[in-house]
Antibody, heavy 119, light 111 residues
Framework: EVQLVESGGGLVQPGGSLRISCAAS????????MHWVRQAPGKGLVWVSR????????AYADSVKGRFTISRDNAKSTLYLQMNSLRAEDSAVYYC????????????WGLGTLVTVSS | QSVLTQPPSVSGAPGQRVTISCTGS?????????VHWYQQLPGTAPKLLIF???NRPSGVPDRFSGSKSGTSASLAITGLQAEDEADYYC???????????FGTGTRVTVL
């Protein structure tokens, strides 16, 4: 059974940093593209970032480029998102999602971790 | 800000058929990029409903169907059931923006 379990969310002050994680199991993590998608309270889904299977190629939404860094540890089957210079508008539930292939839709999602940026 | 436009809400009685449109442009749907659909039940994570414009993952009832034409795509739900009350999102890739894009989302209400 595929499982994606996010952790590391919480309350952080504007300008602060946070690293969230996503522990994967039940599939070949090292062979899968992975994504982060966020959803502000009461709002729609927004794609944040993507990493290819070996971690050599990454992509970011313009709103987080230069502030967020996606990475992965295939030995630990874990996906990360390092978030720096956080702003109030970054407050959201952050979901990790597995790609069906190479940009072919997101076939499995975690339950999400809530990040709140507030003073 | 979303480049894929969906109606905010649709509704129907149990057993009826409803459709949700997803309107894009020549840099996303019209450029040939696939459209995928997700269902988000209240308080839960999204779930893949349709991939590659019209394909259902294992376990998704055949009451759900997808189609694509030109710069738009549609999701149809036939035989509407109370359990179908949820938010639905389309998703594709936009070559001008160089990123994945979601639709604005549609709330389906069963009357």
């Amino acid at each position: 059974e595929v499982q994606l379990v996010e952790s590391g969310g919480g309350l952080v002050q504007p300008g602060g940093s946070l690293r969230i994680s996503c522990a994967a199991s039940g599939f070949t993590f090292s062979g899968s593209w992975m994504h982060w998608v966020r959803q502000a309270p009461g709002k729609g889904l927004v794609w944040v970032s993507r990493i290819n299977s070996d971690g050599s190629i990454t992509a970011y939404a313009d709103s987080v480029k230069g502030r967020f860094t996606i990475s992965r540890d295939n030995a630990k089957s874990t996906l990360y998102l390092q978030m720096n210079s956080l702003r109030a508008e970054d407050s959201a539930v952050y979901y990790c999602a597995k790609d069906r292939g190479t940009g072919d839709g997101f076939d499995y999602w975690g339950l999400g971790t809530l990040v709140t940026v507030s003073s | 800000q979303s480049v894929l436009t969906q109606p905010p809400s649709v509704s129907g009685a149990p057993g009826q058929r409803v459709t949700i449109s997803c309107t894009g442009s020549n840099s996303n749907i019209g450029a040939g990029y696939d459209v995928h659909w997700y269902q988000q039940l209240p308080g839960t994570a999204p779930k893949l409903l349709i991939f590659g414009n019209r394909n259902r993952p294992s376990g998704v009832p055949d009451r759900f169907s997808g189609s694509k034409s030109g710069t738009s795509a549609s999701l149809a739900i036939t035989g509407l059931q109370a359990e179908d009350e949820a938010d639905y999102y389309c998703q594709s890739y936009d070559s001008s923006l160089g990123r994945y894009v979601f639709g604005t989302g549609t709330r389906v209400t069963v009357l």
